[in-house]
């Protein structure tokens, strides 16, 4: 395949077009899906949040955490807030699950990796990951300063990757379609740009033409190129012309004999 | 527009790249941003829902009691860390269920309450109403005491929250597509050249030879495009005229060697010696290819090195400090600044050993030899896992770098003739400027999007990248082996031109303090203080390409200027002066962004003004010196010792942080700058004018 002028420009541009593209949108998509992670986590701690308050202000009466019969009606009304939310659990400092939109797990134990945050970060939501969901917690702490267990709201690992699928998809569609635009338009443009220097190169190739191997004299060129290439068909016809008058004067010298 | 310049080519082109690049991405970036905007909006409003439920929850329990709304006591103790903890709620507020303000925090109760008398408060449902009030996007939800409504409990978020949240992406658009807009000027600069204008200008030589009647060379073309197909034309023609006469002479030989009649030997040999005397045919017996080293050859590729090495500018102190606690009994600051002055010390170590390198294996050879230092250096900083690696890692590409811009140079020296040098030194430098702006701004954006350590990655990316361009586009360039090269003069030569009071002023207090500066400030002061002040990496290169502009824009005006006015010590004088004021801005403006930016632009337009009537000074004040070891030479051992200002300004600024704070280190570093400065503008008052040839009596 010949590659023509405006065919490399094209592929210059569009080269530089297309990682351009892949470079700001896959910048843009992580700043996003940062922002929209940050909101999320954000809200979900807010909803783990309330819950913790509500349930150190038992705490503080004196009443233990296991029994705080109210506390699973108020994780089940959160959750029932929010189709999102897979699941809210509340558990002691022992592993054991007190408290759970799932009641069926009441009773059994949390992984021993869900304590290790609530002896690290004191009062700070923590962000775990189960299998298929993400957790967000708070530790419950008593009037003492003592953690007594934690709050863990659980909500579908994949619910960015939903969210943001669509998005994407959409995006990538129109980004294919503008990259075609541009590229069809490159192609166009860098042709029509191009087109002087490939009509003068034309021209001058059939000066060199006529005037080398026909002997047309030579128009004169519109700069200084040009007017040197035309001096130079010149110059090139004059030689071709003495060579061959020398060529006939030495044969006809030879055939003297 | 002419066939031989690139200039008319290359606008036209840039345009249609701006119109390529900048249209597309600015549609696409815009549409994609409204995308994101909407996507936001469903989140904040069931964060705003689930805060104005608590809020509406808690409230109504104390009315439950029989408080009437406008008796409730600690509302705002109430509201307070709530706004403080979810910062994209601008206010909360308590109304009556006519819709006067009871209670309110974040903004000013007169914003908000004729909008709520006039709103139908009755029509808001359990779930809420959202509305627009301004610049806010109010929920309200129902209080309830019993059975009745006994108020509204309001939430208002920032409409322009999440525009704000996401303009960090319009900033990062914005700085890729400046920095794609330079790597398409130089790519388009190189596909014009080495496809259209370098051949052809190559061709224009060629014809004016032919002109004259010499035709020992041809084009040479490898391309099928149409400026290849062209060249063949003409190599067609030359090599058909080239093989007319050879045929002739072959003849004439034939009737000199066998023609008995000398009288026809004698006048066949006049017709050949006529041909030879008005034409050139090669006597290698058929034409040479005609090839020229161009210095635009190697641009691309040194535009690439020198930006791979700018992506890490922005944040190699910070990246530095991470590394730092490794280090005992030695000052943090001291240890980061260690990875920046060691790099420039091994720039200036091995900089005047790969100047003699490449005159003994050629330039393309030592971009070569020099990219594998570079390359082991990016990928093992970035593998780096304490400072005294880090430190090793930094030094060797730093004597990669030397390498690879001295082959540079070494290449574009040769490849121009000497009267055009500064032609060619334009080369060198529009590249270098070119990559600082770019490379620095996208290495901040690509830094915070995929982390330090991956930006060194995409360095050593960058640096295989050039060296495969010179491995495949210099191959006919390197020296033949065992070509005798003239031995130039040593080092203690070199060392006597410090008996020249004026180069020694020029380089101790001019020279000098500008490398002091721009290392010690701009690479490392300033990623270090817009750090502490909690700017991310990729705002702290916006403003440090703030550098390279303003040097971009005066630089032009300063040559224009030193050429006109004649004044090159003045100006260099003036510029110094600027620098060191700029450096004091944070005594005036203090620490914060206002005072930086003040000073990286003095500094830009310090070093814009002076740079070039600093190199112009040279051949003037050593004039002896120049005509005896060399313009290069002396020039070489000028960078030699101004890049000792680039190993001490780092240091020299961390030494002062702990004695007085970021600001004053930047002050303290000013001072040092300007009394170097004061001292120099002084003596530069006894420079006169012209040649220097005193130091001829210098013996040798």
Not at chain 1, 61 to 70: H, K, Y
Not at chain 1, 191 to 205: I, K
Not at chain 2, 190 to 203: A, I, R, S, W
Request: aromatic residues 8%; glycine residues 10%.
């Amino acid at each position: 395949m010949a590659w023509s002028l405006s065919r490399k420009v094209s592929v210059a541009l569009l080269g530089i077009l297309l990682s351009t593209m892949v470079m700001t949108g896959a910048f843009g998509y992580y700043k996003f899906q940062s922002v929209l992670s940050d909101q999320v986590n954000s809200r979900y701690s807010f909803v783990v949040f309330t819950i913790k308050r509500k349930i150190e202000d038992r705490l503080a009466l004196g009443l233990a955490l296991r029994a705080l019969r109210q506390i699973q009606e108020l994780a089940e009304l959160e959750k029932a807030r929010d189709s999102q939310i897979l699941g809210i659990q509340i558990y002691d400092s022992n592993r054991e699950v007190l408290f759970d939109t799932d009641r069926g797990t009441i009773g059994s134990r949390v992984p021993s990796t869900w304590l290790e945050p609530l002896s690290a970060q004191g009062t700070q939501p923590f962000s775990l990951t189960d299998e298929d969901s993400a957790l967000v917690g708070l530790p419950l702490v008593n009037t003492l300063g003592k953690v007594e267990g934690a709050v863990v709201l659980r909500y579908p690992a994949t619910y960015l990757e939903q969210e943001l699928g669509r998005l994407l998809q959409r995006l990538a569609g129109e980004f294919a379609v503008v990259l075609l635009g541009s590229a069809v338009l490159s192609v166009i443009a860098a042709s029509w740009l191009l087109r002087d220097v490939r009509q003068r190169l034309v021209a001058m190739e059939n000066t060199l033409n006529q005037s080398v191997t026909k002997g047309a004299p030579a128009k004169p060129g519109r700069d200084a190129f040009e007017g040197d290439f035309v001096r130079f068909c010149g110059k090139a016809r004059e030689a071709v012309e003495q060579i061959g008058e020398a060529s006939d004067e030495v044969e006809r010298l030879d055939r003297l004999a | 527009m002419k066939l031989d310049s690139s200039r008319s080519l290359l606008i036209r082109l840039f345009a249609l790249a701006v119109l390529v690049l900048v249209t597309p991405l600015s549609i696409l970036s815009l549409r994609a941003l409204g995308e994101f905007e909407q996507g936001m909006v469903p989140e904040l409003d069931k964060k705003a829902a689930a805060i104005g439920r608590d809020v509406a929850g808690q409230v109504s329990r104390a009315l439950g009691y029989g408080i009437p709304v406008d008796r409730l006591v600690g509302v705002d103790e109430f509201f307070s860390p709530m706004l403080e903890a979810n910062p994209e709620i601008r206010y909360l507020a308590i109304t009556d269920p006519v819709g006067r303000v009871k209670f309110i925090n974040g903004v000013d109760r007169d914003e908000l309450e004729p909008h709520y008398r006039s709103a139908d408060m009755n029509a808001v449902g359990a779930d809420g109403v959202k509305s627009s009030i301004g610049a806010y996007m109010d929920l309200a939800l129902p209080l309830t005491a019993g059975q009745t409504v006994a108020g509204h409990v309001h939430v208002g978020f920032d409409q322009n929250h999440i525009a704000t949240r996401l303009s960090d992406i319009l900033a990062d658009v914005a700085v890729v597509i400046v920095s794609s807009l330079i790597i398409a000027f130089e790519i388009l600069l190189f596909v014009v050249f080495v496809n259209v204008t370098g051949p052809l200008k190559l061709l224009r030589d060629l014809v004016n030879r032919a002109g004259h009647g010499d035709f020992t060379h041809v084009p040479t073309s490898g391309s099928d495009d149409e400026v290849g197909r062209f060249l063949r034309a003409v190599q067609g023609t030359l090599r058909q005229l080239d093989g007319r006469y050879r045929q002739l002479m072959a003849y004439v030989d034939e009737v000199r060697s066998g023609h008995f009649d000398k009288g026809v030997v004698a006048k066949v040999g006049d017709v050949a010696d006529r041909i030879n005397f008005l034409y050139r045919f090669s006597p290698s017996g058929k034409p040479e290819p005609m090839v020229e080293r161009r210095a635009t050859d190697i641009r691309l590729a040194l535009f690439l090195f020198v930006f791979a090495e700018e992506l890490s500018r922005s944040f190699m102190p910070l990246f530095a400090g991470r590394l730092a606690s490794s280090v005992p009994n030695v000052p943090i600051d001291l240890v980061m600044a260690l990875p920046i002055a060691l790099f420039m010390a091994a720039i200036a170590i091995a900089s005047p050993l790969a100047g003699q390198l490449a005159e003994r294996v050629g330039p393309r050879r030592l971009f070569l030899i020099g990219a594998v230092p570079a390359t082991i250096g990016s990928l093992m900083t970035a593998a780096s896992f304490g400072m005294f690696d880090l430190i090793l890692w930094r030094t060797l590409t730093g004597f990669g770098y030397a390498m690879a811009t001295m082959a540079c140079q070494s290449y574009i020296s040769h490849a121009v003739k000497s009267d055009r040098r500064a032609q060619g030194l334009g080369v060198y430098v529009a590249a270098v400027l070119t990559a600082g702006i770019g490379g620095n701004a996208l290495g901040g954006v690509i830094a915070d999007r995929i982390g330090l350590r991956p930006t060194f990655v995409v360095s050593a990316i960058l640096v295989v990248l050039a060296a495969m361009l010179v491995s495949r586009l210099l191959s006919s360039a390197d020296p033949a082996p065992g070509e005798d090269q003239p031995r130039p003069p040593g080092g203690r030569h070199l060392l006597r031109l410090l008996r020249n009071w004026r180069f020694t002023v020029l380089m101790v207090f001019a020279a000098v303090p500008a490398k002091m500066a721009l290392t010690g400030y701009l690479f490392f002061l300033v990623p270090v203080t817009l750090s502490q002040q909690g700017w991310e990496v990729a705002e702290i290169a916006r403003i440090m390409v703030l550098y390279p502009l303003v040097m971009v824009a005066v630089s032009p005006l300063a040559a224009r200027l030193a050429d006109g006015l004649g004044w090159r010590a003045g100006q260099v004088a003036v510029g110094g002066l600027i620098g060191g004021v700029g450096l004091l801005a944070p005594l005036l403006l203090g620490g914060g962004p206002l005072s930086i930016v003040v000073s990286i632009t003095a500094l830009g337009v310090s070093h814009g003004m002076s740079a070039s009537p600093q190199l112009a000074l040279l051949p003037d004040l050593c004039w002896t010196e120049c005509r005896r070891l060399g313009n290069t030479r002396v020039l070489g051992f000028s960078r030699f010792v101004e890049r000792l200002g680039s190993v001490a300004g780092p240091i020299l600024a961390a030494l002062f942080i702990p004695l007085w704070g970021m600001s004053g280190a930047v002050a303290g570093l000013g001072v040092v700058v300007l009394s170097m400065a004061v001292v120099f503008a002084i003596a530069s008052a006894a420079y006169g004018s012209g040649p220097h040839i005193e130091t001829e009596e210098d013996p040798a």
